[in-house]
């Protein structure tokens, strides 16, 4: 079991990519984060997940920092930018293929509907449609000919041998919403999750619990929405001797309808309240006191 974040220094951090400006929600669970780090004199830190290189803009990181300052926000060092740091990532996993968990999938999204639909059904995982285990049998052979020749590849985690692997219950504390509790994980529903992409040697919940483990954060703050993933990074902490830290998964902010506060829905930036005259203090007690929607128990 975790120690409390009583018993340690409290590290926490804000982990937005930069996908688009901030909203209230960022804002939202920045300042609950750096307000725990505050009240425990705790450390709170800054880090820029952008390896998504499609979807993520350094402008927007420059934005992102801009934001954080004028909302008064201060976080320790300079921020953590995960792109500048790929050749961590391959090392985590190369330790992870070196344990036999990986194993390389060339399918593309077509061969994974042809092949749900030839079976007729598919479980959904918190990441979507449950991989079918096309590539995991692949004979060695195959495999080193394919990549010899060039063919893309993602790297997948075998989850029943890694659920072999890690012995006993996964579980975590949830300081969130709710009060301290102790949650049972289930990361099984993720069935063989990519934990390298086929564009970029790393994924989300790679890099994510790398991260966590390196900078000694203590204490994940977070949205509920990402709560699901938490049941994949125990088991990757698990397999990689990674400390387990507390986890604080808050609610979501909602619009003025009762819907999440989006980027897609296009909820208002911190720069556009900035640019309609709001102060950073008005903009704090906004993101402090809007409506949540209450989390999902499990
Ligand atoms: N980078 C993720 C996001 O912006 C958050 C990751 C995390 O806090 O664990 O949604």
Redesign the pocket.
């Given at each position: 079991m975790p120690a409390s974040p009583g018993s340690r220094t409290v590290v926490t951090?804000?982990?937005?990519?930069p996908?688009g400006r901030l909203h209230l929600g960022h804002a939202y669970?920045a300042l609950l984060g750096w307000r725990s780090a505050r009240a425990a004199s705790g450390r709170f830190l800054l880090r820029i997940?952008d390896i998504d290189p499609v979807r993520c803009r350094p402008e927007y990181t420059d934005a992102i920092l801009q934001d954080l300052d004028w909302l008064g926000l201060d976080w320790e060092g300079t921020a953590r930018v995960q792109s500048a740091h790929l050749q961590e990532y391959r090392a985590a996993l190369d330790r992870l293929q070196a344990m036999g968990l990986l194993y390389p999938c060339f399918c593309t999204r077509a061969d994974i509907a042809r092949e749900i639909a030839a079976i007729g059904h598919a479980p959904h995982g918190p990441d979507g449609l449950l991989y079918p285990g096309t590539c995991r049998s692949l004979p060695l052979a195959e495999r080193a000919a394919r990549i010899a020749g060039g063919e893309p590849y993602a790297l997948r985690l075998d989850m029943a041998a890694a659920l072999r692997r890690a012995v006993g219950p996964l579980c975590f504390v949830e300081l969130g919403d709710g009060g301290p509790r102790r949650i049972r994980c289930d990361p099984a529903r993720f069935g063989d999750a990519v934990l390298a992409r086929k564009d970029i040697p790393a994924s989300?919940h790679l890099c994510?619990t790398h991260d966590?483990a390196l900078q000694g954060v203590t204490l994940?703050?977070?949205?509920e929405d990402?709560r699901p993933?938490t049941d994949l990074h125990r088991l990757i902490q698990a397999l990689m001797g990674w400390p387990t830290p507390c986890y604080s998964h808050h609610s979501l902010l909602l619009d003025a309808d009762g819907r999440r506060l989006s980027k897609r829905d296009k909820a208002p930036t911190l720069l556009a309240l900035r640019e309609a005259g709001h102060s950073p203090e008005e903009v704090r007690a906004m993101a402090l006191s809007r409506p949540t929607k209450r989390p999902t128990g499990r």
């Amino acid at each position: 079991m975790p120690a409390s974040p009583g018993s340690r220094t409290v590290v926490t951090r804000f982990a937005p990519s930069p996908t688009g400006r901030l909203h209230l929600g960022h804002a939202y669970s920045a300042l609950l984060g750096w307000r725990s780090a505050r009240a425990a004199s705790g450390r709170f830190l800054l880090r820029i997940e952008d390896i998504d290189p499609v979807r993520c803009r350094p402008e927007y990181t420059d934005a992102i920092l801009q934001d954080l300052d004028w909302l008064g926000l201060d976080w320790e060092g300079t921020a953590r930018v995960q792109s500048a740091h790929l050749q961590e990532y391959r090392a985590a996993l190369d330790r992870l293929q070196a344990m036999g968990l990986l194993y390389p999938c060339f399918c593309t999204r077509a061969d994974i509907a042809r092949e749900i639909a030839a079976i007729g059904h598919a479980p959904h995982g918190p990441d979507g449609l449950l991989y079918p285990g096309t590539c995991r049998s692949l004979p060695l052979a195959e495999r080193a000919a394919r990549i010899a020749g060039g063919e893309p590849y993602a790297l997948r985690l075998d989850m029943a041998a890694a659920l072999r692997r890690a012995v006993g219950p996964l579980c975590f504390v949830e300081l969130g919403d709710g009060g301290p509790r102790r949650i049972r994980c289930d990361p099984a529903r993720f069935g063989d999750a990519v934990l390298a992409r086929k564009d970029i040697p790393a994924s989300y919940h790679l890099c994510v619990t790398h991260d966590d483990a390196l900078q000694g954060v203590t204490l994940v703050t977070r949205a509920e929405d990402l709560r699901p993933a938490t049941d994949l990074h125990r088991l990757i902490q698990a397999l990689m001797g990674w400390p387990t830290p507390c986890y604080s998964h808050h609610s979501l902010l909602l619009d003025a309808d009762g819907r999440r506060l989006s980027k897609r829905d296009k909820a208002p930036t911190l720069l556009a309240l900035r640019e309609a005259g709001h102060s950073p203090e008005e903009v704090r007690a906004m993101a402090l006191s809007r409506p949540t929607k209450r989390p999902t128990g499990r």
